[in-house]
């Protein structure tokens, strides 16, 4: 859940200035494929947001009530408080028998992240997988993921360590201070972005990651969108409607899953 988080981290601690635009009805990005027998929708999420606009309305809700199913990246563990909490240095998640754990410099990362988000005040709660998923639960749509968790922390524990908060904290005071409000800035604008359903900002994201950590680009996006696009060719073999939910990122610039489609011969269309 933590994906678009880190990749923030990583890539946009110096965020370009956009001018502000006026206020427009959200229309999170929207693609579907779709064959004689089968449709996928594929919708772009937010892991975290601030919950102060309606964005699960038509298209999306259409697309999403026409499925039989839903699939996000991962299913995580929920207790009765809500959420499991993303991880801390201090404080992990209940992972049962799992035998690994992020690495350090994911968690310093992911918790900088989580703070930055705060200040926004973004909450996994109110992320968009979140809320398909309770409306699906509630519903009583099937809901699966494309990853496990352990999958997940799997590929965590293995991020090559070249987060740019490995020394957050280690000297001035006031570096920590700006490229905290630096990467709280470039979440708000991706966050802004995504409500519009523009993919220029995440595309820019990527293209900041990819030349700044390619590893970790490789590992977080461009692998994960080649195993995604095989999933789906898979299940179009299979009559019905699936509603795909996976981050925005993954939707966006030259490896995005839609392009990995694309390659295998399975066009997509973008429905708003």
């Given at each position: 859940?933590?994906?678009?988080l880190i ?16 206020p427009?009805?959200?229309e999170p990005?929207l693609?579907?494929v ?10 772009g999420t ?9 964005w ?7 697309a ?22 993303v ?10 028998t ?12 992911t918790?900088?992240a989580i ?5 926004q ?10 809320v398909?998923?309770?409306?699906a ?7 699966e993921?494309l ?18 908060s ?7 005071p ?42 970790t680009y490789?590992?977080?996006f461009?692998?994960?969108n080649?195993?995604?696009a095989?999933?789906?060719a ?18 966006a ?6 392009v ?7 066009e ?5």
């Amino acid at each position: 859940m933590v994906n678009s988080l880190i990749a923030a981290a990583l890539a946009a601690a110096s965020p370009q200035a956009t001018p502000a635009a006026a206020p427009a009805p959200p229309e999170p990005a929207l693609f579907v494929v779709r064959d004689a027998d089968t449709t996928i929708y594929i919708f772009g999420t937010f892991h975290a947001l601030d919950g102060q606009t309606k964005w699960f309305n038509d298209p999306v809700k259409g697309a999403f009530e026409s499925s039989g199913e839903l699939v996000l990246e991962t299913l995580v563990p929920e207790g009765p408080a809500g959420p499991a909490p993303v991880f801390t240095a201090t404080a992990q998640p209940p992972l049962g028998t799992l035998s690994m754990t992020p690495s350090a410099s994911f968690l310093a990362t992911t918790r900088m992240a989580i703070s930055a988000g705060r200040t926004q005040g973004m909450q996994v709660g109110n992320g968009a997988d979140m809320v398909l998923r309770h409306a699906a639960e509630a519903e009583g749509k099937p809901v699966e993921g494309l990853e496990t968790l352990e999958s997940q922390l799997k590929m965590f524990s293995r991020m090559p360590a070249t987060l740019p908060s490995d020394n957050a904290g280690a000297g001035d005071p006031a570096d920590t201070t700006n490229s905290m409000h630096s990467l709280s800035s470039a979440m708000a604008e991706m966050q802004s972005a995504w409500k519009r359903g523009d993919q220029s900002v995440f595309v820019r994201m990527l293209d900041q990651l990819h030349r700044a950590a390619p590893d970790t680009y490789r590992v977080m996006f461009t692998e994960r969108n080649a195993r995604w696009a095989d999933w789906i060719a898979g299940r179009m073999q299979t009559p019905g409607t699936v509603f795909v939910a996976v981050g925005a990122g993954h939707l966006a610039g030259k490896d995005s899953l839609l392009v990995r489609l694309a390659e295998m011969g399975i066009e997509s269309a973008r429905l708003n």
